[in-house]
DNA sequence: CGATTTTCATATGTCTTACATTTAATGTTT
DNA sequence: AAACATTAAATGTAAGACATATGAAAATCG
């Protein structure tokens, strides 16, 4: 491993950047141990806090776990799905937030990609992904809920609904555009009657789902984009008409 | 900001964490420069090395940068669609290598999503997005290539495809999805009539993408899907065999 | 002899201090 | 007024020390 001391970027960001490497091409493997600090420290020739630095951030990417102690020392993680997604979802945040996507852009985007999961969901789909999507109807449906707590729980809907394709992958990608939504949709303040149109439309879905009948289930979602989209337009018309 | 010193994690993951969370809620806001090292030290209340720790993980993530100099100090990024890109394709790399995810789920979520795309791609693709398709069939066509230029021409052909929808959300996502598959890919051997046949369902594609008839372009690609899969299958197959 | 306790070595976590380097603003000189 | 030198503030890096966690070996006791 070799380190540019001229370099224009840090030696952290070197010493990360090798090690990083070393994970992707499979040098290092899962639960492989790396060398002590001060190990490290003598064979990049740094110093230790200048290893830490890198080795906090390989941390803070969840690609090694430290452990203290005698037989301690920075192993090499197995990335998983579960841990990966919490990053997904606060970069899928920051990115839309930063940005200014419209909510037009970010709600045509989700929906979309939810698309491409019906019929898989819709071919596969557990009981109990089918339980989850109608408890979580039912629970919507209750009088005195928040307009948060309704927006979780369609974040809830929509979730059963990914994971019905049974492909850790898309459930993983579909994770940050669902989410990332949830910012946006809390801006928005449902009305009760809103929410029994947005209530029927689940309801639409999760009887497609229900008959594992794939096309309708896009045809569904695509009415909730409807929906969606229209009510998020006369919201932010009324709110922009206001000032 | 408080930290608890008396926490299981460490106090740089913590210090990392009260930042991270000022930076979401909007406390911190895009190109405000957070106080100086020694500053953040004296506040949290730990030693400089501790804060510089708790900043590199943050600079992990591309949520701030720093600056040396008079004027010098860490600034919260404007986290761009094009900074998070390699780190969601580094992240979804490992997952797929780390996690014993077979080719077949790969490919299912990747087709499946890319379908997504299809009819926004077909409607608002411009003659440049369609321009780098042709383009990148010919280089596809070209003799002498090597397996793995061939692949890396394929992203670029799935990559433009995927731009043409125009939905920066989109592509964002699909970069993960479409370039995670590459060193799968890279696994397979194409002889030349496997070549010839994934060139002319490009082929296929590019024709509907400038017919922009979404649903030929759906169907195409699905067409695509099945050849890949069961090239895939066979040499897959072929190389068990032979142990 | 076996089980328990103690000791110890090793590693990370943290602090302190110091110095190097970069960079912009300020001051000085010609 | 322009060019140059100085300075101050900030990050980058190094070195050493101590605290703390933890597993393993050694010592002790029943």
Known sequence: MKIDPDSTVDLS???????????????LI?????????????????????????????A?????RTQRGATGGAFVNRLSFEAAQPQQITTSTLLLSMNAVSFE?????RYALERACAPLSAARRTPDHLATMRAEIHRQAQPGLTDEAFCASDVAFHRALVDGAGNPVLSYQLAGAVEAMQPLMNMI???????????????????AIEAQDGGATATALTALEQETQTLAQSVFAARAARR
């Open 13 to 27: 960001a070197q010493i990360a950047g090798a090690i990083r490497d070393a994970i992707i091409s499979g040098s």
């Open 30 to 58: 899962v639960d492989e141990r790396l060398p002590s600090e001060a190990e490290l420290a003598e064979q990049f020739d740094v110093s230790r806090p200048t290893v830490r630095e890198a080795l906090k951030r390989l």
């Open 60 to 64: 803070a990417q969840s690609l090694i």
């Open 105 to 109: 852009t970010a709600c045509e985007a």
């Open 189 to 207: 303040t449902f009305t009760a009657r809103d929410r029994a149109r947005i209530i029927a439309l689940h309801e639409g879905i999760a009887d």
